[in-house]
């Protein structure tokens, strides 16, 4: 039985990956300021519209994590000092949670930061999906700084929810990141979305951007 069980296991993800390959997967990019609310809305589209969550700081802080990683040093040094971590180690780490999801729809949150940013993905993997839009959530900095405070105060154990780590972080965001968001803006991919109100106030907003998708 259990070697019954194996061989349908192996087949059934051969088949997911199957699919990957034939299908290719459809993504979005979320994109703002810290504390803006991204990792919060996309649970809730995770949720409602079956869409992978996928999220870079996330994935970088977890390869950080892993005793023994190769990357874990220079990732560390990166999120603490605000900064941005090498293009190629944030594509490979998203490429292959992709591939072991099984899925075919993604939120990538968080990504692409910088313009170094979008030449790698570009590079390395703007061929192999579809991207559907950019999802942008636009929230002023004085709100940001107090949702990330009281996220820090609460317990989060992030190491750069602190004023010191926030303040580089914001200035990396306005000159890093805005111009990708201006990028995509000149190519009508971009759906921006008020992001001061509470959770549900913004996911109601952001609900018809996805219910209307194929």
């Known amino acids: ?14 088949l997911s990956r199957l699919v990957q390959l034939i299908m290719k997967p459809e993504v979005v990019f979320v994109l703002g300021a810290p504390g803006s609310g991204k990792g919060t809305q996309c649970q809730n589209i995770s949720k ?9 700081g996330d994935l970088l802080r977890e390869e950080r994590a892993k005793p023994g990683s190769k990357y874990g040093e220079l990732i560390e040094e990166k999120i603490k000092n605000g900064q941005i ?24 949150d968080g990504f692409p930061r910088n313009q170094n940013n979008l030449e ?17 959530f636009e929230c002023p900095e004085d709100v940001c700084v ?13 190491s750069d929810d602190n004023m010191e780590s926030l ?3 914001f ?25 001061t109100g509470t959770s549900d106030q913004v996911f109601e907003i952001v609900k018809p951007l996805f219910a209307n998708l194929k």
């Not at 409602?48 to 870079?56: G, M, Q, R, V």
């Not at 971590?85 to 990538?108: D, W, Y």
């Not at 390395?124 to 991207?131: D, G, P, R, T």
């Not at 107090?146 to 992030?158: H, I």
Request: charged share 25%; with cysteine.
């Open 1 to 14: 039985i259990i070697k019954e069980m194996r061989k349908l296991f192996m087949v059934h993800r051969s």
């Open 48 to 56: 409602e519209f079956s869409f992978i969550h996928l999220s870079a």
């Open 85 to 108: 971590v090498p293009v190629e180690i944030t594509c490979s780490l998203i490429q292959a949670a992709m591939e072991r999801s099984g899925s075919n729809k993604f939120l990538i």
């Open 120 to 136: 790698g993905w570009n590079k390395q993997m703007s061929s192999c999906v579809n991207l559907l839009f950019v999802l942008f």
């Open 146 to 158: 107090k949702r990330c405070l009281g996220r820090g105060a609460a317990g989060s154990g992030r």
């Open 167 to 169: 303040k580089k972080r």
């Open 171 to 195: 200035d990396t965001y306005m000159n890093d990141t805005m111009p990708i968001v201006k990028h995509y803006e000149e190519q009508n991919l971009v759906k921006s979305v008020d992001a």
